[in-house]
Nanobody, 126 residues
Framework: QLQLVESGGGLVQPGGSLRLSCAASGFTLDYYAIGWFRQVPGKEREGVSVISSRYGTTYYANSVKGRFTLSRDNAKNAVYLQMISLKPEDTGVYFC???????????????????WGQGTQVTVSS
């Protein structure tokens, strides 16, 4: 069974940090770009960060630049999103997704993503 599983979400105070993990099973992430998206009730799912397959090129939404770092460990078949200086507006359900990426480019369109995880809740609140 092909699936992505997120972990690492939770409740954190403003200014705190979390590290989200996205682990794949049933397929290898080597040829996939991995994106992190977040969603809050009543709003569309928005892209947070993407890492390409071949070159590890990264993209960050303006709202998280300088605070989030996305990395991948192909040996562990996993991707990690390190989040620091968290703000209340970072609250949401975070999803990781995989897009087949033979050319090693950044994919920002949700429709490019073939596999999705079930999501992990991140709540930033005092």
């Amino acid at each position: 069974q092909l699936q992505l599983v997120e972990s690492g979400g939770g409740l954190v105070q403003p200014g705190g940090s979390l590290r989200l993990s996205c682990a794949a099973s049933g397929f290898t992430l080597d040829y996939y770009a991995i994106g992190w998206f977040r969603q809050v009730p009543g709003k569309e799912r928005e892209g947070v960060s993407v890492i390409s397959s071949r070159y590890g090129t990264t993209y960050y939404a303006n709202s998280v630049k300088g605070r989030f770092t996305l990395s991948r460990d192909n040996a562990k078949n996993a991707v990690y999103l390190q989040m620091i200086s968290l703000k209340p507006e970072d609250t949401g359900v975070y999803f990781c997704a995989a897009a087949l990426d033979p050319e090693g480019v950044i994919h920002t369109s949700l429709s490019d993503y073939e596999y999705w995880g079930q999501g992990t809740q991140v709540t930033v609140s005092s």
